[in-house]
């Protein structure tokens, strides 16, 4: 780290050769107002700068004529000539208006970002500059952990398996899109982040809409939508390659290169990177890649096509389970502890792991019709491949087994593998599966945007999609075993298994969707309005394998469709050049999860499985000045008939099912954030939110059927009142960015987050003397960095350094709740102590 400062002072000596400067102010067509933060770059290079709050910027230019191209999130985009003829060129007032598309590019014409000051939500966008400099090895939803509401965690800790929550609701209630392509699971609305663990080298922009959003396809999201936006068209002739180290054997590579856009409309850009790393976490070894390809192109004035594919496959050590604080505290490796881990034959192996490759293509056409009308299409395919590793057979990784070589120890796996060996052909006793989750998805969205009049704005969509999903599991390792014996195929019940082979279940998940959006949007001086009506048919079909034979009919289940439906509206008002407030009200239902409808894991249809209704409201201020940016909303979600699920083991041995309604829950805060920059040099920022979210009223009289329908029990759920667990109810920080040399920035920012219960299923509280969930203890986190910019050799480069926790704090992250609900009988996680990272890199 000292060689590392030490080099860091001496190019602070590096000079920049220019021939002139060139200065001006951009500003807003709708406010009149100063746009700060907007990009300024020269055309055909990698030179560029940021206005200030005053919207103000300065640019030293290496050529006294040129072109600068001025971009902001929100709003189209503009080319200004200069002509340095002296010293300095002022190009005085610079006017964007704001782009209904979000941004110039036709990747995302498929849908809408917000605009500030216009779209009636709350909302938070990062640039590409704020993730770049602060990733470093933090999981990408890390990037959002300063974002009123929002909480980002690493779960076990493993590569990319971060987890992402806002106002309260777990990540399958918050819709997630990739320029504009909804990547959601199609079965269970999760996202696996470790499936896009590269994206973060390719992304232009990310924006977090919380509640409703403004997403124009149909995704019923009760939380808040993330958009992310990757590079495009846009991109100017160059590239630039990075390299960075970190803790734990942290290491980065990556290049990317882009053609810029030819005199025929072609352009071109290519990105790839590989990490690697041993893993904060005992057993969480890892090996990543990314690759990212667009290929654009202009067919004369009214059509352009761009065809975009990224993909991130890895492989990663998993730490599965949560442990007891006691466990953590006896363990010499302390909060680094992770039981799910071996050695066999003097290596490391994972008894627990992920590996997954999602590659996501798309083939994007816009259309302008007209003056007035504009037409957006996206095809898109993604196929997934890959699972999660674990164990079969006889359970030999308890914590004090023999087969660990003392208490708390690495599992001995030779040792297993001898006692297989010594069982010759009666096959393998314990061995190490896979679950896999292979999948292929195909959609369409198409957006209609036409002016009626001046002031109104139609908007008309369709969103089909299909998803066929293959879920068994095979073995990877039989640990020294001829065989390993499995009779869960009814087709095959003497199965023999070898590496490859499928045991335990074998099934398909098939959905299909199909949606359709209509959106009105009147905005005329200071004062915008929509109405949206939105609605789908998600269609579920289940194929069982295993427990249905070849020839048995019911081998494929029939469709079970659930109509759902959604109407939104807001209103956002200018009531002075600084000054507005906006509000929004909305209602949709949404199609219970796919194991919701089959229940048992066979192809028995669930006749009671209903849609989730939402129902949220929100009312919120925003202010800008020159100095100051600041917004404040407070909101109201209630979630009704949430799809769960409540499985009986009988004493004979057969399965009982009850599916569970009236589990309603209400979730209301107050959301407030702002950033204010006395001068260029400096940006304070800060954010709070106070949460409110608990569940509504206990659930009474519910039955409990056997596989005959034959009812065999009831059990009363006692939750009312009780806190919504694993999410922070409350959180703030504050963010300090200072130049204090020449293009050289710190930067620190302070996160407490607190009022944080442990997590539970509702459907264990069935005791009425239950009480209220484990209370985790409050606690803060600070990350500093260090970014330099700098010229070598005549080109653009940049040095960054982050170190995350500096202070080492140890803190509870995430809590399973326990059976006194206390400390010690909670199983937990632990954030990360002290880590860091310093990267360099080459613009050309």
């Known amino acids: 780290m000292r060689k590392l400062l030490l080099l860091a002072m001496f190019l602070t000596s590096a000079t920049i050769f220019a021939q002139g400067t060139v200065t001006g102010v951009v500003m807003d067509s709708q406010t009149s107002g100063p746009l700060p933060g907007a990009n300024v770059m020269v055309v055909g290079t990698n030179n560029g700068t940021m206005t200030d709050f005053d919207g103000n910027f300065t640019l030293n230019v290496a050529e006294s004529e040129g072109t600068i191209k001025i971009t902001f999130v929100g709003y189209t985009s503009k080319e200004v000539k200069f002509n340095v003829t002296g010293d300095t060129q002022d190009l005085g007032q610079i006017v964007l208006g704001a782009d209904d598309n979000a941004l110039d590019e036709i990747v995302v014409t498929s849908f809408s970002l917000a605009i500030d000051r216009k779209t009636p939500v709350a909302v938070s966008t990062i640039s590409a500059a704020e993730i770049e400099t602060k990733i470093g090895n933090q999981e990408f939803p890390e990037v959002l952990k300063s974002t009123p509401g929002v909480y980002a965690n690493k779960a076990g800790g493993g590569f990319g398996d971060a987890e992402l929550r806002m106002r309260g609701f777990e990540g399958e209630n918050i819709a997630v899109m990739i320029n504009g392509v909804p990547v959601n699971d199609m079965e269970n609305g999760r996202v696996y982040w470790s499936n896009w663990a590269g994206l973060s080298d390719v992304t232009r922009t990310m924006q977090t809409q919380r509640g409703l959003g403004a997403a124009k396809v149909a995704v019923p999201s009760i939380a808040g939508t993330v958009n992310v936006v990757t590079k495009t068209t846009d991109a100017e002739k160059g590239g630039s390659i990075y390299a960075a180290t970190g803790n734990d054997g942290y290491t980065k590579f990556g290049a990317t290169v882009s053609t810029g856009k030819s005199e025929n409309g072609l352009a071109a850009t290519v990105s790839a990177s590989r990490t690697v790393g041993d893993g904060y976490v ?10 990212f390809v667009n290929i654009a192109k202009e067919f004369g004035e009214d059509h352009e096509l761009s065809f975009t594919a990224f993909g991130a496959p890895q492989r990663h050590g998993q730490r599965q389970n949560r442990y007891t604080i006691e466990t953590y505290r006896e363990s010499e490796r302390g909060i680094k502890f ?6 066999l034959n003097g290596q490391v192996t994972h008894i627990e792991d992920n590996f997954y490759h999602k590659p996501q293509m798309s083939l994007n056409h816009y259309w302008d019709i007209n003056e007035n009308t504009e037409l957006s299409t996206a095809l898109y395919a993604s196929f997934g491949t890959g699972g ?4 079969a057979g006889t359970n030999k990784f308890g914590l004090d ?7 708390l120890q690495p599992v001995n796996l030779d040792l297993i593998v001898d006692e297989n060996i010594e069982r010759g052909a009666d096959g393998s006793e314990t061995i190490l599966r896979a679950s896999r989750n292979d999948h292929n998805w195909y959609g369409a ?5 036409t002016d009626l009049t001046d002031d109104i704005e139609l908007l008309a969509g369709i969103d089909l999609r299909y998803y066929k999903g293959e879920h068994f599991q095979e073995v990877t390792d039989l640990l020294g075993g001829q065989y390993y014996f499995d009779d869960s195929n009814v087709n095959n019940p003497i199965n023999l298994a070898k590496v490859g082979d499928k045991i335990s279940y074998n099934n398909d998940g098939i959905v299909l969707w199909e949606g359709g959006f209509l959106q009105g949007e009147y905005s005329k001086d200071d004062l915008d309005i929509f109405v949206s009506l939105a609605a789908s048919n998600t269609s579920y079909k289940r194929v069982d394998y295993f427990n249905n034979l070849d020839s048995d009919p019911n081998q494929e289940s029939d469709y079970a469709n659930f109509f759902g439906y959604q109407i939104k509206g807001g209103a956002n008002y200018n009531f002075t050049r600084t000054s507005g407030v906006f509000a929004n009200i909305g209602y949709f239902e949404r199609a219970p999860f796919f194991d919701a409808v089959f229940l048992n894991f066979v192809n028995d249809l669930n006749p009671d499985a209903e849609n989730q209704k939402i129902f949220s409201t929100e009312l919120g201020y925003t202010y800008r000045s020159s100095v100051l940016r600041a917004n404040v909303n407070v909101y109201r979600t209630n979630w009704r008939d949430r799809s769960l699920i409540y499985s009986y083991n009988n004493p004979d041995g057969s399965l009982g099912v009850a599916n569970i309604l009236g589990v309603n829950a209400v979730h209301q805060g107050l959301e407030l954030d702002f950033e204010y920059r006395p001068f260029e040099e400096l940006s304070i920022t800060g954010f709070a939110s106070f949460g409110d979210y608990r569940w509504e009223s206990d659930v009474t009289g519910v039955q409990i059927f056997d596989e005959e329908q034959n009812l065999i029990d009831e059990i009363n759920l006692f939750i009312e009142d009780t806190k919504v667990g694993g999410t922070p109810q409350t959180t703030a920080g504050l963010g300090v960015d ?7 920035r710190l930067r620190a920012n302070y996160n407490y987050f607190g009022d944080f219960w442990s997590d539970f299923d509702p459907v264990s509280r069935t005791n009425p003397d239950a009480g209220e969930t484990w209370k985790l203890p409050d606690f803060g986190t600070l990350d500093v960095g260090l970014s330099y910019d700098f010229s070598v050799a005549g080109f653009d480069a940049a040095l960054n350094a982050n170190v995350y926790n500096i202070t080492d704090t140890e803190y509870i992250a995430n809590a399973q ?9 909670a199983l937990v996680w632990y954030g990360f102590g002290r880590t860091y990272t310093v990267g360099a890199k080459l613009n050309f």
Do not use: C, H, V
């Not at 087994?401 to 208490?407: A, H, L, P, Q, T």
């Open 338 to 343: 992770n039981g799910d881990w071996g050695y």
């Open 738 to 744: 200072y130049e204090f040399l020449t293009d050289m």
């Open 445 to 449: 969205l198409s957006t209609l945007s």
């Open 282 to 291: 005992d057993g969480t070894e890892f090996i990543g890649y990314n690759y």
């Open 817 to 825: 709740n326990g059976l006194q609900n206390n400390a010690r009988t």
């Open 388 to 391: 999660g590793g674990g164990w």
């Open 401 to 407: 087994s023999k087969y660990r070589d003392g208490y």
